[in-house]
């Protein structure tokens, strides 16, 4: 009989805190993954893709400068990056075993699925719990259509022993850009195909629009209301059928990748057997990260359907949340604030907060201040063809609502922006501060109008 205080399914960050912390508390515990542990961020996600995306961003720095002081020109080795990239990501599964193992966390290298409302079955092995923390991420979302079979992941992508010629991404979202961006520095043809007329819909659509050109001017090649129905897999390539505008549209290419949305990964849960309630958001769970079904339960990350956005930073903080919930009782709601989110392109694209649209849509009576600063030092300085700031303001407030920014900087930026609005910083001595010159955060000070 396995009898354990916390039970985690899901080792990745979501999961990973909350284990370790109850284990601090005394608890008995056990983490369980299908997976290699360590999770998609270490493993599949942030950490590989930014060694990627950094190269390429290098890359694109190198290119825009030439003729302005670089000369020789450089090309991306793919077989050398990802040998780079594999000494972040080759010890991860190992070193978070030996890591649990040490703290006194046991660990299950299966698939968990529920027996009742208080066993979950691994490997075989009927595991008892007196609380358990789902976090089980998410997962590409099914597509339905004829040869979607066919369709490599993000996680096939940042696995690439040879970078294909001409790949298609389907979706014009998070993913695909940021493989885009990386494939098509190092050399190939990239075609994406998204279903209706706006890529990466949470995005201020102007600035969308400027990253749209960029990727085109990079050979990036977007097709909007182009949505695929079929693949086809050739003896040597594959045919992509998409249908753009009531006309049939063929792509010929060597790699098909989804970069369509990632639903809550629950199937393989058997969650009825654990009366655990979900939606199509995840698991229902109250503002404690509680199962609204079964009190035993909780759910944390990706998984859970709360209005957290479906972010490492953000499922690090459910899961300490959840897990103090879980010690102590329950108690503590998480506190999201205003949640920071980056596509690492070059120029990267982020956001805090309000677009234009939403504001209005939400009654605000905004002023929107628009700022080119492609022509500012910080960006000439950098050769950046496209740089833009907007930040939507509240008339009645003069406080920020939103901050949309582009540009190569635009990852640190919006921190600085985090930081005001989370705390609410008065911006007349933000103004007044003194930064270090010249850097992006001395820009600060105009911005913050
Ligand atoms: C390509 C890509 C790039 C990303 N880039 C960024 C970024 O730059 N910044 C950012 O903030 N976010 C990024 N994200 C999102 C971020 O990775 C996730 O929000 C975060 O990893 C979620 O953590 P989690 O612990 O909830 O889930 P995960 O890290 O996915 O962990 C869930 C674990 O549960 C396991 N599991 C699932 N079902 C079972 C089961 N039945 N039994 C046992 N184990 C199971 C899985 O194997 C997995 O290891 C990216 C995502 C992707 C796919
Ligand atoms: N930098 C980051 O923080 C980062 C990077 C990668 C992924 N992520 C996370 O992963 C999640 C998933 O990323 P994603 O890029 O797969 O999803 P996404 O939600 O960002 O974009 C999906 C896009 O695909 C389109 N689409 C859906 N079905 C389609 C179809 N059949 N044909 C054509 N287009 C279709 C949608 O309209 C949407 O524009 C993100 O929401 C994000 O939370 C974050």
Redesign the pocket.
């Known amino acids: 009989m396995f009898k354990y205080d916390l039970v985690v399914i899901g080792s990745g960050v979501g999961g990973s805190s909350a284990a370790y912390q109850c284990r601090e508390e005394g608890m008995t515990v056990a983490v369980i993954d299908k997976k290699p542990f360590g999770g998609t961020c270490a493993l599949r ?2 950490d590989p ?1 930014k060694v990627l995306a950094g190269v390429a961003a290098l890359m694109d720095q190198n290119r825009r400068m030439k003729g302005l002081g670089i000369t020789e020109g450089s090309r991306i080795d793919w077989e050398e990056l990802m040998a780079f990239k594999r000494t972040f990501t080759d010890k991860v599964p190992q070193s978070r075993v030996d890591a649990f193992e040490n703290a006194g966390i046991d660990t299950y290298h299966g698939k968990a699925t529920f027996l009742s409302k208080n066993e979950v079955l691994v490997n075989g092995r009927k595991l008892t719990f007196d609380r358990l923390l789902i976090a089980t991420g ?1 997962k ?2 099914p ?1 339905y ?1 004829t040869g979607e079979e066919h369709l490599s992941t ?1 996680e096939d992508f940042l696995e690439l022993p040879h970078l294909p010629k001409k790949l298609v991404f ?7 850009f ?1 493989c885009a961006h990386i494939a098509a520095q190092a050399g190939s043809e990239v075609h994406i ?4 007329d ?4 949470h995005f201020d659509q102007e600035l969308v629009k400027f990253l749209v050109k960029r990727s085109e001017e990079l050979g990036i090649r977007v097709h909007f209301n ?3 129905f079929l693949i086809e897999k050739k003896e040597d390539h594959y045919e992509v059928y998409a249908d753009q505008d009531g006309e049939n549209i063929i792509f010929t290419c060597d790699q098909v990748f ?5 639903i809550p990964d629950i199937e393989d849960l058997d969650l009825e057997k654990g009366r655990v309630e979900f939606t199509r958001d995840g698991i229902a769970v109250n503002e404690y990260l509680q199962s609204i079904s079964n009190h035993r339960v909780y759910a944390a990350g990706d998984v859970s359907a709360t209005k957290g ?3 490492t930073p953000v499922a690090a903080k459910e899961s300490m949340v959840a897990a103090e919930n879980i010690y102590l009782g329950d108690g503590r709601k998480v506190k999201y604030g205003l949640m920071p ?4 392109t070059e120029p990267k694209l982020a956001i805090i907060g309000l677009t234009e649209e939403s504001a209005v849509k939400k009654g605000y009576d905004v002023s929107v201040h628009r700022m080119e600063t492609k022509n500012w030092y910080t960006y000439r300085r950098t050769n950046e063809p496209y740089a833009m700031v907007k930040t939507v303001v509240n008339k009645k407030t003069g406080k920020l609502l939103g901050v949309h920014i582009l540009g190569g900087n635009a990852d640190d930026m919006i921190n600085y922006f985090a930081l005001i609005m989370n705390f609410d910083l008065p911006y007349d001595e933000v103004r007044e501060m003194i930064f270090a010159y010249p850097t992006s955060a001395s820009d600060l000070s105009y911005l913050l109008k």
């Open positions: 996600g942030c893709k998410a590409p979302a597509l259509f993000s389907v979706g014009g979202g998070f993913i695909s940021e195909l998204q279903g209706n706006q890529a990466l819909e182009a949505a695929p989804h970069g369509a949305g990632r956005y479906p972010l989110s980056v596509v690492f």
